[in-house]
């Protein structure tokens, strides 16, 4: 798993600013509407600007760790070169595994938010 993450995230990189934009868009949209505007008119964007968020963070999280995992250690490395290496894959393998639970969340989550925003709106 996580060298098909890595090989995605490498692929996607060129994607990171997309995403960095896409945050920064929606928390001003969300600082805006919260802050600035008086009304319940302008409501109408807080969920959406919550949940672009919420995706670009994972997305941005994907794009940030997974391209620096290390590839398995070879046979022909010193043993203490290749628990090394063991050791920091398996801390990337927890991180796939919180990751995963990251993406299923903000699945949920953005089932459940856009569920209540289109029964309102």
């Not at 098909?4 to 692929?11: E, T």
């Not at 960095?20 to 868009?25: N, R, S």
């Not at 505007?37 to 919550?50: F, N, R, T």
């Not at 995706?55 to 010193?78: N, T």
């Amino acid at each position: 798993m996580i060298d098909h993450l890595s090989a995605f995230s490498k692929k996607a990189v060129w994607l990171k600013p997309f995403f960095f934009i896409a945050t920064a868009a929606a928390l001003l949209v969300f600082g805006y509407v919260v802050f600035i505007e008086e009304g319940a008119d302008k409501d109408v964007y807080l969920i959406p600007s919550v949940v672009v968020v919420l995706w670009s963070l994972v997305c941005s999280l994907l794009l940030s760790v997974f391209p620096y995992a290390p590839p398995k250690p070879d046979k022909q490395q010193r043993r203490l070169e290749r628990l090394k290496i063991r050791l920091i894959r398996g801390a990337y393998h927890i991180g796939s595994w919180i990751f995963c639970l990251l993406s299923a969340a903000a699945v949920w989550l953005s089932i459940r938010l856009l569920s209540v925003w289109r029964a309102d709106f």
